[in-house]
Structures are given as structure tokens and as C-alpha cells.
Nanobody, 115 residues
């Protein structure tokens, strides 16, 4: 399975972006899908996840600002990001949220929040 993330870009603080991840195969077999991010000099972190039944979980740093959703029929997982802050600047990746199901990391999509 290949995962292709897109939708990143440069946005001002307070702005919004919607990231999209398309899988080359069915994602329903993954118990949970997630969006991760890695800022320069920092470890990759899980910021949002969603199970096959639609149960979501968010990192405290993005709770109330980010929304994850998935479409099993279209094999997509999206991340709506609102009220963006400079500290949200990172390369964003999608992947299986559970480590044992993790796929090779793709290139990700760069999000830069700056005025």
C-alpha cells in the first residue's frame, strides 16, 4: 500500500488548510489511520487518529482546531486544520496509527505557518 499526502502550503497564523491522504489500496483493514507531523529537529508525533468506526483522538496541542475524517470507499483520510499556529509548522504524514500495521513513510506534505 502506498500513501500519498497532499494539501500543504504556506498559510498565515489563524488560517486553515485541509490535508488529504490517498491510499493505493483499501484502508478499511487498518484498525486506525493517523496523521503525524515532524517539525525540524523534533521527533515525529501522532496528532490525530481515526478508527474504522469513526472514533477520533487528538493530541492536546491540536484538540479543538484539527479534525480528522476518513472515507473507506474512497480510501482517503483527511485532516482539516483551523486556527493554525506557527508551532504547527512541520511535514505532515499519514499512516496507520497502530505501529504493528505501519507502512513505509511517504514524502509527506509541508505545512508552513508564518506571517
Amino acid at each position: 500500500v502506498q500513501l500519498q499526502a497532499s494539501g500543504g502550503g504556506l498559510v498565515q497564523p489563524g488560517g486553515s488548510l485541509r490535508l488529504s491522504c490517498v491510499a493505493s489500496e483499501r484502508i478499511y483493514r487498518f484498525r486506525a489511520m493517523g496523521w503525524f507531523r515532524q517539525a525540524p529537529g523534533k521527533e515525529r508525533e501522532l496528532v490525530a487518529s481515526i478508527t474504522g468506526t469513526g472514533r477520533t483522538n487528538y493530541a492536546d496541542s491540536v484538540k479543538g482546531r484539527f479534525t480528522i475524517d476518513r472515507d473507506n470507499a474512497e480510501n482517503t483520510v483527511d485532516l482539516q486544520m483551523n486556527s493554525l499556529k506557527p508551532e504547527d509548522t512541520a511535514v505532515y504524514y499519514c499512516n496507520a496509527a497502530i505501529a504493528s500495521q505501519r507502512l513505509p513513510w511517504g514524502q509527506g506534505t509541508l505545512v508552513t505557518v508564518s506571517s
